[in-house]
T-cell receptor, first 116, second 114 residues
Framework: EAGVTQFPSHSVIEKGQTVTLRCDPI?????LYWYRRVMGKEIKFLLH????????ESGMPNNRFLAERTGGTYSTLKVQPAELEDSGVYFC??????????????FGSGTQLSVL | AQSVTQPDIHITVSEGASLELRCNYS??????LFWYVQSPGQGLQLLLK??????LVQGIKGFEAEFKRSQSSFNLRKPSVHWSDAAEYFC????????????FGTGTRLLVSP
Protein backbone atom coordinates (compact mmCIF):
# COMPACT_ATOMS: atom_id res chain seq x y z
CA GLU A 1 0.00 0.00 0.00
CA ALA A 2 1.39 3.40 -0.95
CA GLY A 3 1.93 5.85 1.87
CA VAL A 4 1.28 9.56 1.97
CA THR A 5 3.13 11.16 -0.90
CA GLN A 6 4.30 14.74 -1.01
CA PHE A 7 6.00 16.67 -3.76
CA PRO A 8 8.16 18.33 -4.41
CA SER A 9 10.47 17.10 -1.69
CA HIS A 10 12.37 20.38 -1.87
CA SER A 11 11.50 23.79 -3.26
CA VAL A 12 13.67 26.88 -3.36
CA ILE A 13 11.98 30.09 -4.41
CA GLU A 14 12.51 33.81 -4.09
CA LYS A 15 10.51 36.06 -1.87
CA GLY A 16 7.36 37.19 -3.65
CA GLN A 17 7.05 34.12 -5.82
CA THR A 18 4.30 31.53 -5.66
CA VAL A 19 4.75 27.90 -4.66
CA THR A 20 2.28 25.04 -4.68
CA LEU A 21 2.82 21.97 -2.57
CA ARG A 22 0.95 18.78 -3.24
CA CYS A 23 -0.11 15.91 -1.01
CA ASP A 24 -1.55 12.57 -2.08
CA PRO A 25 -3.05 10.82 0.95
CA ILE A 26 -3.42 7.10 1.35
CA UNK A 27 -6.25 5.88 -0.85
CA UNK A 28 -9.54 5.87 1.01
CA UNK A 29 -8.44 8.24 3.76
CA UNK A 30 -11.03 10.95 4.17
CA UNK A 31 -9.03 12.96 6.73
CA LEU A 32 -6.16 15.03 5.43
CA TYR A 33 -4.00 17.38 7.47
CA TRP A 34 -1.30 19.92 6.82
CA TYR A 35 1.36 20.67 9.42
CA ARG A 36 4.42 22.90 9.27
CA ARG A 37 7.74 22.99 11.06
CA VAL A 38 9.58 26.27 10.92
CA MET A 39 13.31 26.54 11.62
CA GLY A 40 13.69 23.68 14.09
CA LYS A 41 10.70 24.71 16.14
CA GLU A 42 7.69 22.59 16.93
CA ILE A 43 5.54 21.07 14.25
CA LYS A 44 2.35 23.10 14.06
CA PHE A 45 -1.09 22.21 12.80
CA LEU A 46 -2.27 24.21 9.80
CA LEU A 47 -5.57 22.72 8.74
CA HIS A 48 -7.74 19.64 8.43
CA UNK A 49 -9.89 18.41 5.56
CA UNK A 50 -12.63 15.84 5.77
CA UNK A 51 -13.04 14.80 2.18
CA UNK A 52 -13.20 18.08 0.28
CA UNK A 53 -14.43 20.19 3.20
CA UNK A 54 -12.23 22.24 5.48
CA UNK A 55 -13.00 21.00 8.98
CA UNK A 56 -10.56 23.26 10.79
CA GLU A 57 -8.25 25.87 9.32
CA SER A 58 -7.42 27.60 12.58
CA GLY A 59 -3.69 27.07 12.10
CA MET A 60 -3.35 28.79 8.75
CA PRO A 61 -0.99 31.70 9.38
CA ASN A 62 -2.54 34.26 7.04
CA ASN A 63 -4.38 34.74 3.77
CA ARG A 64 -1.26 34.15 1.71
CA PHE A 65 -1.87 30.46 2.29
CA LEU A 66 -4.59 28.65 0.36
CA ALA A 67 -5.35 24.96 0.74
CA GLU A 68 -7.64 23.01 -1.53
CA ARG A 69 -8.80 19.45 -1.85
CA THR A 70 -10.99 19.27 -4.88
CA GLY A 71 -12.78 15.97 -5.21
CA GLY A 72 -11.63 14.86 -1.81
CA THR A 73 -8.49 13.16 -3.07
CA TYR A 74 -5.19 14.99 -3.27
CA SER A 75 -4.63 18.37 -1.68
CA THR A 76 -2.60 21.41 -2.62
CA LEU A 77 -1.21 24.13 -0.42
CA LYS A 78 -0.38 27.34 -2.24
CA VAL A 79 1.69 30.14 -0.80
CA GLN A 80 1.29 33.42 -2.66
CA PRO A 81 3.32 35.55 -2.35
CA ALA A 82 5.93 33.68 -0.36
CA GLU A 83 7.78 35.44 2.45
CA LEU A 84 11.04 34.57 4.17
CA GLU A 85 9.25 33.36 7.31
CA ASP A 86 7.37 30.76 5.28
CA SER A 87 10.52 28.66 5.02
CA GLY A 88 10.22 25.32 6.73
CA VAL A 89 9.08 21.76 6.28
CA TYR A 90 5.45 21.21 5.34
CA PHE A 91 4.03 17.86 6.33
CA CYS A 92 0.87 16.23 5.15
CA UNK A 93 -0.90 13.46 7.02
CA UNK A 94 -3.97 11.34 6.44
CA UNK A 95 -6.19 8.95 8.34
CA UNK A 96 -9.41 7.06 8.02
CA UNK A 97 -12.62 8.38 9.47
CA UNK A 98 -13.62 6.44 12.55
CA UNK A 99 -16.27 8.43 14.32
CA UNK A 100 -14.87 10.87 16.84
CA UNK A 101 -11.99 8.82 18.12
CA UNK A 102 -8.39 9.73 17.56
CA UNK A 103 -6.72 7.27 15.26
CA UNK A 104 -3.33 6.80 13.79
CA UNK A 105 -2.02 9.44 11.44
CA UNK A 106 0.14 8.52 8.50
CA PHE A 107 2.61 11.26 7.66
CA GLY A 108 4.37 12.05 4.45
CA SER A 109 8.08 12.81 4.35
CA GLY A 110 7.43 16.52 3.95
CA THR A 111 8.32 19.31 1.56
CA GLN A 112 11.31 21.44 2.51
CA LEU A 113 10.48 24.99 1.40
CA SER A 114 13.23 27.59 1.30
CA VAL A 115 12.31 31.19 0.55
CA LEU A 116 15.31 33.35 -0.30
CA ALA B 1 -3.18 26.68 25.93
CA GLN B 2 -1.95 23.20 25.28
CA SER B 3 1.79 22.78 24.96
CA VAL B 4 4.46 20.12 24.87
CA THR B 5 7.99 20.61 26.13
CA GLN B 6 10.95 18.52 25.09
CA PRO B 7 13.80 20.04 27.10
CA ASP B 8 16.63 18.28 25.27
CA ILE B 9 17.38 19.51 21.77
CA HIS B 10 20.19 17.00 21.22
CA ILE B 11 21.14 13.84 23.04
CA THR B 12 24.10 11.60 22.33
CA VAL B 13 24.22 8.05 23.66
CA SER B 14 26.57 5.19 23.02
CA GLU B 15 25.33 2.21 21.10
CA GLY B 16 24.02 -0.34 23.56
CA ALA B 17 23.38 2.20 26.27
CA SER B 18 19.95 3.00 27.64
CA LEU B 19 17.95 5.99 26.48
CA GLU B 20 15.38 8.26 28.02
CA LEU B 21 13.85 11.20 26.17
CA ARG B 22 11.87 13.63 28.24
CA CYS B 23 8.48 15.06 27.45
CA ASN B 24 6.22 17.27 29.55
CA TYR B 25 2.82 18.48 28.50
CA SER B 26 0.33 21.08 29.54
CA UNK B 27 -3.27 20.15 28.95
CA UNK B 28 -6.38 20.56 31.05
CA UNK B 29 -8.04 17.24 30.35
CA UNK B 30 -6.83 13.68 30.11
CA UNK B 31 -4.40 13.79 27.24
CA UNK B 32 -3.89 11.55 24.29
CA LEU B 33 -0.10 11.23 24.07
CA PHE B 34 2.12 10.17 21.22
CA TRP B 35 5.74 9.69 20.32
CA TYR B 36 6.78 10.00 16.69
CA VAL B 37 10.15 9.44 15.09
CA GLN B 38 11.53 10.95 11.93
CA SER B 39 14.51 9.32 10.30
CA PRO B 40 16.39 11.20 7.57
CA GLY B 41 14.35 11.43 4.40
CA GLN B 42 11.38 9.73 5.99
CA GLY B 43 8.00 10.83 7.24
CA LEU B 44 6.95 10.90 10.84
CA GLN B 45 6.38 7.39 12.12
CA LEU B 46 4.27 6.60 15.15
CA LEU B 47 6.28 4.81 17.85
CA LEU B 48 3.57 4.50 20.47
CA LYS B 49 0.53 6.16 21.94
CA UNK B 50 -1.28 6.46 25.25
CA UNK B 51 -5.02 6.92 25.42
CA UNK B 52 -5.99 5.33 28.73
CA UNK B 53 -5.38 2.28 30.90
CA UNK B 54 -1.94 0.95 31.71
CA UNK B 55 0.40 3.90 32.09
CA LEU B 56 3.36 1.98 30.67
CA VAL B 57 2.92 1.54 26.96
CA GLN B 58 4.95 -0.51 24.58
CA GLY B 59 5.73 0.59 21.08
CA ILE B 60 7.57 -0.49 18.02
CA LYS B 61 11.33 -0.94 17.74
CA GLY B 62 11.66 -1.80 21.43
CA PHE B 63 10.54 1.59 22.73
CA GLU B 64 8.29 2.17 25.71
CA ALA B 65 6.88 5.23 27.43
CA GLU B 66 5.38 5.89 30.81
CA PHE B 67 2.56 8.32 31.47
CA LYS B 68 2.86 10.05 34.84
CA ARG B 69 -0.12 12.28 35.47
CA SER B 70 1.34 13.78 38.64
CA GLN B 71 4.37 14.99 36.71
CA SER B 72 2.57 15.73 33.43
CA SER B 73 5.21 13.64 31.73
CA PHE B 74 5.39 11.01 29.04
CA ASN B 75 9.04 10.01 28.78
CA LEU B 76 10.28 7.67 26.10
CA ARG B 77 12.71 4.91 26.97
CA LYS B 78 14.71 2.17 25.34
CA PRO B 79 16.99 -0.21 27.26
CA SER B 80 19.61 -0.61 24.55
CA VAL B 81 20.06 1.83 21.71
CA HIS B 82 21.03 0.71 18.22
CA TRP B 83 22.80 2.88 15.65
CA SER B 84 19.65 2.80 13.53
CA ASP B 85 17.78 4.66 16.28
CA ALA B 86 19.58 7.87 15.36
CA ALA B 87 16.74 10.17 14.34
CA GLU B 88 14.60 13.01 15.59
CA TYR B 89 11.91 12.22 18.12
CA PHE B 90 8.75 14.19 18.68
CA CYS B 91 6.35 14.04 21.57
CA UNK B 92 2.79 15.17 20.89
CA UNK B 93 -0.51 15.59 22.65
CA UNK B 94 -3.76 14.97 20.84
CA UNK B 95 -6.60 17.30 21.63
CA UNK B 96 -9.83 15.60 22.53
CA UNK B 97 -11.77 17.37 19.85
CA UNK B 98 -12.91 14.36 17.90
CA UNK B 99 -10.14 14.43 15.34
CA UNK B 100 -6.42 14.28 15.21
CA UNK B 101 -5.17 17.77 15.91
CA UNK B 102 -1.78 17.20 17.42
CA UNK B 103 0.33 19.65 19.39
CA PHE B 104 3.98 18.74 19.03
CA GLY B 105 7.09 19.47 21.01
CA THR B 106 10.18 20.90 19.38
CA GLY B 107 11.79 17.52 18.99
CA THR B 108 14.93 15.83 20.32
CA ARG B 109 17.65 14.77 17.94
CA LEU B 110 19.28 11.53 19.00
CA LEU B 111 22.85 10.82 18.00
CA VAL B 112 24.28 7.36 18.56
CA SER B 113 28.01 7.01 19.01
CA PRO B 114 29.91 3.77 18.34
Amino acid sequence: EAGVTQFPSHSVIEKGQTVTLRCDPISGHDNLYWYRRVMGKEIKFLLHFVKESKQDESGMPNNRFLAERTGGTYSTLKVQPAELEDSGVYFCASSQVRGGSIEKLFFGSGTQLSVL
Amino acid sequence: AQSVTQPDIHITVSEGASLELRCNYSYGATPYLFWYVQSPGQGLQLLLKYFSGDTLVQGIKGFEAEFKRSQSSFNLRKPSVHWSDAAEYFCAVGLNTGFQKLVFGTGTRLLVSP
